[in-house]
Structure formats: structure tokens, C-alpha cells
């Protein structure tokens, strides 16, 4: 029992124990909604707004899981493996360059 209860605590840390068991990631809700879509602005990004260091709140196994964008062919898999070769560097592409270096 004590170890069921372990193992639990310890999935649940990962994936939610017994529900949710579909990663959902981080939810900020349809980013194409907002007026500047995908690039960030200063009024949608005021936690992270001139930081370069985006993994460090946005860890990247918890980003691009799920299309909230309402494009029925937007291509998930393809944006992970551009943000896994290419890292923090890719992000800009997409998403502006967050205020960095102005
Ligand atoms: C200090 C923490 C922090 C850092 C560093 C950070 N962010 Fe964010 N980011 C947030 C938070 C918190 C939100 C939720 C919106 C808000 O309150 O700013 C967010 C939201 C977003 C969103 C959704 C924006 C929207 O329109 O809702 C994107 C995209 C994003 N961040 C990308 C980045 C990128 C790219 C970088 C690096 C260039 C970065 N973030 C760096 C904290 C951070
Ligand atoms: C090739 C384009 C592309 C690149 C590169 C890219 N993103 Fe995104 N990002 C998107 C799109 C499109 C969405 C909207 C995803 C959705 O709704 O499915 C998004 C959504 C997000 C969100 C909102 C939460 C989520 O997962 O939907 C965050 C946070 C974010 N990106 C951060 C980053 C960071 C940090 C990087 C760099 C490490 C990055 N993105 C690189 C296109 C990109």
C-alpha cells in the first residue's frame, strides 16, 4: 500500500496520477487570439518579457503539445524538433525576440 502510495506521488510529479494522463503542457489558450498572434509584446509577456533564458520558465518538454490554435494542419511534432535542435536560439523565429537586446 505504502509503495502504491510512493509510486503515485512520484507519477504524479510527472503525469497527474489517474487522470490526466495526456500531457497537456503549458495552456496560455489560443496565442493567435491576442493582437500581435505569436509574437510576444510586452503587455502579453510581462513575467518574461527581455529574458532570453526561456527554458528556464518554460521548460521545453512541456511546450508545443497540444494545437490550441484552431489551424487544423499545424505541425506540432515539426515546431518540437525545431525547438529540440535548435533550442532557445529557435524561439525567435516564431515568437519574436521577447525585447531581447533592444
Ligand atoms: C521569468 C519567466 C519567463 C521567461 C524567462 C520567459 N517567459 Fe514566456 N511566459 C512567462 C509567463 C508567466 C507567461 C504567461 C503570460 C504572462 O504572464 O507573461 C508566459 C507566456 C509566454 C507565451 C504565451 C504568450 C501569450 O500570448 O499568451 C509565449 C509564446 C512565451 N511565453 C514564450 C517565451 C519565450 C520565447 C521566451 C524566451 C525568449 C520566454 N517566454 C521567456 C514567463 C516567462
Ligand atoms: C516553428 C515555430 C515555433 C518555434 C520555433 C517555437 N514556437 Fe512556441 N509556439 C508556436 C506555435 C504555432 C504555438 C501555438 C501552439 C498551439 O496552440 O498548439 C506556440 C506556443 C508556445 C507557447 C504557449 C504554450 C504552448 O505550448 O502552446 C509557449 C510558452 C511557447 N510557444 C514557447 C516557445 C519557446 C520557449 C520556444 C523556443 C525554445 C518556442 N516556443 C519555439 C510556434 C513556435
Request: proline share 8%.
Amino acid at each position: 500500500m505504502k509503495r502504491i502510495a510512493a509510486w503515485c506521488v512520484a507519477t504524479a510529479l510527472l503525469l497527474g496520477c489517474g487522470e490526466d494522463a495526456v500531457p497537456q503542457g503549458e495552456n496560455y489558450g489560443n496565442l493567435l487570439e491576442s493582437p500581435a498572434g505569436l509574437v510576444l509584446v510586452p503587455e502579453e509577456h510581462p513575467a518574461g518579457w527581455g529574458r532570453a533564458d526561456c527554458f528556464f520558465c518554460h521548460p521545453p518538454h512541456k511546450l508545443h503539445l497540444v494545437n490550441r490554435t484552431g489551424i487544423p494542419d499545424l505541425d506540432l511534432p515539426f515546431i518540437r524538433s525545431v525547438v529540440r535542435n535548435q533550442g532557445e536560439a529557435s524561439c525567435a523565429q516564431c515568437h519574436g525576440d521577447n525585447g531581447v537586446g533592444q
